[in-house]
């Protein structure tokens, strides 16, 4: 409004200055000031009072209008809801239309299961009582058969009354005689009968056991051949001279004694040209012996004090060497874990014999060729080889301690902790009564061991009673004539009464004595008994 009044101030202030007739107004005068102001301020007033009422109509028709779109937006808006609810109203009819449907078929569906299951249980209920009366039925059948089968008892039994009592008129026995008799005529015939059974049963068993057994056996030696050689509890020092000897003796026999007295053996100084004997039933110091000894000879100085020198450290050497020994057998079988003092034990049998055999290489061959038997037969190849390389175990022991190297034996490998299993083995291999598998399979294969060609020597002492032994038992059975053990006691040859025994006593007779010999006697090998019965008719023509 101001910008208004402002542009037409001056076009007034012209049209008035020209009427009135004013001059000077362009400051001139001072008389025309106020009016000019005035009518100013005036125009100002009018101009602002237009706009106003114009701005007022212009507000006046927008508002309207406003009023009139929100009407009709309103109106629309009431429209589309009500179209909507009506849209709305429709589906939730149409949803609830449908699940009523369904619900209804559902309803139609259980109803049609409720029936059928009644029907199934009406037709469980007729078929039950179906059976039912079949069942009352024969129950009454077999009461029936009962009370007949009672009566159809008791007429029997009196009739086998009557026909015992019959028989017992007619062949003038009672019934526990005749029972007697009866028997009697069965035991000899099933005796017979039970014979021949035997016979064939033990003969299939032993082709089929003697086959399969060659062949275990001959591949586990085949697959472990070791030398043997025979040992004795003397050793010989060969000397470069026989001036040697006189050295060795020394003055007054000083360095002899010296040496006898720190190693425990016995130097026998006699006729043999340049050698010397070493005697001692202890293997280990005999051997302490021999190397002192040598060493003593290859170094020339021999005197009591070099003797002691050379001894101890000789034995401590020994004891190293031991330990070596037992060490390489056990890695030599596939044996570890054992304890340090089994395997110091195992070492010391190396330096032990039996029967000529060295122990060490025997206990080696043992654990090798059980370990193969017991792979062959599906066994505890670990037990089979531990037991056989321990059954001799207490054989270290013999010479410090009281027992048999068998209780020797079992005692250490209790108080070293070794498993039951393996104790069980050892323990079999002298005639114990086998606990398991591996037992047996160690005592097998310690018989073999020992039963190789030239392994062992037997004394003319322990031969003879052992001939003697297998006679006596031979002669302990009734019907034996002679006895002949012969092939070195390999084979026991018994000639029988032929009156008194026949076929089949014979065979029974040759089983019995096999087992006494097994159980009575320890022996290398095998033994072949063999009964001959022979009948002889003899006629003279005159």
Same mark, same amino acid.
Do not use: C
């Given at each position: 409004m101001s910008s208004q009044g402002d542009s037409t101030l001056p076009a007034s202030y012209e049209r008035t200055r020209k009427l009135r007739g004013y001059r000077g107004f362009d400051g001139g005068g001072e008389t025309g000031t106020p009016v000019i102001v005035l009518l100013v301020v005036l125009v100002a007033v009018v101009a602002g009072l237009g706009g106003y009422m114009v701005r007022r109509v212009i507000g006046e028709g927008?508002?309207?209008?406003?009023?009139?779109?929100?009407?009709?937006?309103?109106?629309?808006?009431?429209?589309?809801?009500?179209?909507?609810?009506?849209?709305?109203?429709?589906?939730?009819?149409?949803?609830?239309?449908?699940?009523?449907?369904?619900?209804?078929?559902?309803?139609?569906?259980?109803?049609?299961?409720?029936?059928?299951?009644?029907?199934?249980?009406?037709?469980?209920?007729?078929?039950?009582?179906?059976?039912?009366?079949?069942?009352?039925?024969?129950?009454?059948?077999?009461?029936?058969?009962?009370?007949?089968?009672?009566?159809?008892?008791?007429?029997?039994?009196? +009739?086998?009354?009557?026909?015992?009592?019959?028989?017992?008129?007619?062949?003038?026995?009672?019934?526990?005689?005749?029972?007697?008799?009866?028997?009697?005529?069965?035991?000899?015939?099933?005796?017979?009968?039970?014979?021949? &059974?035997? &016979?064939?049963?033990?003969?299939?068993?032993?082709?089929?056991?003697?086959?399969?057994?060659?062949?275990?056996?001959?591949?586990?030696?085949?697959?472990?051949?070791?030398?043997?050689?025979?040992?004795?509890?003397?050793?010989?020092?060969?000397?470069?001279?026989?001036?040697?000897?006189?050295?060795?003796?020394?003055?007054?026999? &000083?360095?002899? &004694?010296?040496?006898?007295?720190?190693?425990?053996?016995?130097?026998? +100084?006699?006729?043999t040209p340049e050698a010397v004997l070493i005697s001692g039933f202890d293997p280990i110091r005999r051997e302490i012996a021999r190397i002192s000894l040598e060493r003593l000879v290859a170094d020339g100085r021999i005197h009591p004090a070099r003797i002691e020198e050379v001894v101890e450290k000789v034995k401590k050497e020994m004891e190293e060497r031991i330990h070596e020994q037992g060490e390489q057998a056990c890695f030599d079988v596939g044996v570890h874990n054992l304890h340090p003092e089994l395997v110091r034990l195992l070492g010391r049998l190396r330096y032990r014999t039996s029967y000529g055999q060295n122990v060490l290489k025997h206990s080696v061959e043992v654990a090798v060729i059980a370990g193969m038997i017991a792979a062959e037969l599906g066994a505890d190849v670990q037990v089979s080889k531990r037991g056989g390389l321990l059954h001799d175990i207490g054989k270290a022991l013999t010479h410090e301690m009281e027992g048999t190297h068998l209780e020797l034996g079992i005692d250490l490998l209790r108080k070293y902790k070794e498993t039951q299993e393996v104790i069980w083995a050892m323990e079999a291999h002298h005639g114990g009564d086998p606990r398991s598998v591996e037992a047996v399979i160690v005592t097998a294969a310690d018989a073999i061991s020992a039963a190789r060609p030239g392994a062992r020597r037997e004394s003319l002492e322990l031969y003879i009673k052992r001939l003697r032994k297998l006679e006596e038992i031979a002669d302990s059975f009734e019907g034996v004539e002679k006895t002949y053990a012969i092939q070195a006691g390999r084979e026991l040859r018994i000639i029988v009464k032929p009156e008194r025994v026949d076929d089949l006593a014979a065979a029974r007779m040759a089983h019995d004595i096999a087992r006494r010999i097994e159980e009575e006697l320890t022996y290398p090998g095998q033994i072949k008994v063999a009964v001959v019965r022979e009948t002889r008719a003899v006629d003279y023509a005159k």
């Open positions: 927008g508002f309207r209008a406003a009023e009139e779109a929100a009407k009709r937006i309103r109106e629309e808006a009431q429209r589309n809801a009500e179209a909507h609810l009506r849209e709305a109203i429709l589906q939730a009819k149409e949803e609830a239309h449908r699940l009523r449907s369904e619900a209804e078929r559902e309803l139609q569906q259980q109803r049609s299961d409720v029936q059928e299951i009644e029907r199934r249980v009406m037709q469980r209920e007729e078929n039950l009582e179906r059976r039912t009366e079949q069942l009352d039925h024969r129950q009454e059948a077999l009461d029936d058969d009962e009370r007949r089968l009672s009566r159809e008892r008791v007429e029997v039994e009196e +009739v086998r009354k009557r026909a015992l009592g019959e028989l017992e008129r007619m062949a003038n026995l009672s019934a526990d005689e005749a029972r007697k008799m009866v028997m009697s005529q069965v035991e000899q015939e099933m005796s017979r009968e039970i014979a021949l &059974r035997i &016979r064939e049963t033990e003969q299939r068993a032993k082709e089929e056991a003697e086959k399969r057994a060659r062949n275990i056996i001959a591949l586990a030696v085949q697959r472990y051949a070791a030398d043997h050689v025979a040992e004795s509890t003397v050793s010989v020092v060969e000397l470069p001279s026989d001036d040697m000897k006189g050295r060795i003796i020394g003055r007054e026999g &000083r360095n002899i &004694r010296a040496l006898e007295n720190a190693t425990g053996i016995d130097l026998i +100084v006699d006729d």
